[in-house]
Structures are given as structure tokens and as C-alpha cells.
């Protein structure tokens, strides 16, 4: 059976990093969250091989789904 991570309606932002890195995998999805879906400041992103990563309706003043700050890296691995 396929991981599923979700993350809905959160009216503070779904998913905060600070300095940590955040590794998606499986099937995660950030709909409908008030201040955004993913908000990170000095973090790496890693999508792993084969993970599915949707984001939807998402609604944020610095970013809807992905908010970056300072030095961000995003990792998209590709078959």
C-alpha cells in the first residue's frame, strides 16, 4: 500500500520548516490551507524517485504552495 500524506484546511500554513530538511514521498497533498502549503526558510526539499506531490487551492500573502526564504534547495528526482 502507497504512503499518503495530507494536509488540509490548516489556517496557519500546513507544513513549517526552519533550518530542517523535508523529505516528500509516497502520495502528499497540501489542499486548501490558509497560509500556504509548504512554508521553508534555509531548508532543503527532497522529492524522492516516484513520490507524487500535489498541491491545491492553497492560499498564502508570500507564497500558496511553496513559500522560500532565504537559501532554499528543491531536489526533483527523475526516472
Known amino acids: 500500500m502507497a504512503e ?8 496557519g500554513g500546513a507544513l513549517s520548516s526552519f533550518g530542517y530538511p523535508i523529505k516528500l514521498s509516497g502520495h502528499t497533498k ?20 516516484n513520490a507524487q506531490v500535489l498541491f491545491q487551492e492553497n492560499e498564502g500573502i508570500f ?11 528543491v531536489s526533483l528526482h527523475f526516472v
Open 4 to 11: 499518503v500524506n495530507e494536509f488540509h484546511h490548516d489556517p
Open 30 to 49: 497540501f489542499c486548501s490551507n490558509i497560509g500556504g502549503g509548504l512554508s521553508v526558510l534555509n531548508t532543503e526539499i527532497d522529492v524522492e524517485q
Open 63 to 73: 507564497g500558496g504552495g511553496i513559500q522560500m526564504e532565504e537559501r532554499c534547495r
